[in-house]
């Protein structure tokens, strides 16, 4: 028996040791695949820039106004590549008429800022937050400093628990200039956003109060994501996070899979996260 044992132990001894040569191989093979890809994807990202940046140069240049053809197909390619991509338009785009369209009528108010329900011009229904015109000059210091602030703040988050941030723009103010002497037309500034139907967790739960505690748990757990990404951003400095300071159930929103995001980041502050750090933003 002893002598029988022997060689099929050294059978399977070798067995595995090729076993183990072939998935060696092929996990070499897997992995030298993978960094091809990922180099690639690294050459295709810039690529992806610099057509939005042409597109948006045509879309942009004032000389091109007639240019109604070449328009539209700026216009096209860069809706396609923000559809394929996910990837929004440069920081610096001012989001004017040609990528926005602004509703008439307020869908929801806040103290300082009307929000208006548009269009993108990917043709997705969108969140349209205009700053309301302030005649007393120290308010409206105030409030445009607000402003800045939240679309400095906001910009700067990309996860998947945090309302995405589409850019800003101006409009002409819906106030009118004789009514308050005005010398010249005054313009209001806006935040763009994706528009959720469900709007905020309150109204949510108002409407479908039979939420499953599994879902009512699930949207807790998504609150603690955002905030934990937003106390560690990785795109700030080393020991630097973002620190929302007014979160409550209308800063947080339901998207239609029921998962929840946060929005409304215009007391956000940037802070050291060290014990010993102050406030800066």
Excluded at 234 to 251: Q, R, T
Aim: proline share 5%; glycine share 6%.
């Amino acid at each position: 028996f002893y002598n029988q044992t022997i060689p099929n132990v050294e059978k399977h001894r070798q067995r595995f040791l090729s076993a183990q040569k072939d998935d060696r191989a092929r996990l070499e093979k897997l992995l030298s695949i993978l960094e091809n890809s990922t180099s690639e994807a690294e050459d295709v990202e810039p690529s992806i820039q610099e057509i939005m940046c042409k597109a948006l140069e045509i879309l942009v240049d004032p000389t091109m106004r007639r240019m109604t053809h070449q328009r539209e197909k700026a216009k096209q390619s860069l809706a396609i590549l923000a559809e394929m991509t996910g990837q929004p338009l440069p920081p610096s785009t001012l989001l004017g008429k040609e990528f926005v369209t602004v509703g008439t009528h307020a869908i929801s108010q806040g103290t300082s800022y009307d929000i208006f329900l548009g269009e993108y011009f990917t043709g997705e229904k969108i969140a349209i937050k205009v700053l309301r015109h302030r005649v007393d000059q120290d308010t409206a210091r105030s409030t445009h400093e607000k402003f800045a602030r939240q679309a400095i703040n906001w910009s700067s988050l990309r996860h998947d628990c945090i309302v995405p941030f589409y850019g800003v723009g101006v409009a002409p103010s819906r106030v009118s200039a004789k009514e308050f002497q005005l010398q010249v037309p005054q313009l209001n500034a806006y935040l763009v956003s994706p528009y959720l139907r469900n709007q905020d967790v309150r109204r949510h739960f108002e409407k479908y109060p039979n939420v499953s505690m599994v879902d009512r748990l699930q949207m807790t757990l998504d609150i603690a994501s955002g905030l934990d990404y937003m106390h560690t951003q990785p795109d700030l400095k080393p020991g630097n996070g973002l620190v929302h300071s007014a979160l409550n159930v209308l800063n947080v929103l339901i998207k239609d899979s029921g998962r929840a995001v946060i929005s409304g980041f215009g007391q956000s502050k940037v802070c050291n996260t060290k014990p010993s750090g102050e406030l800066y933003r």
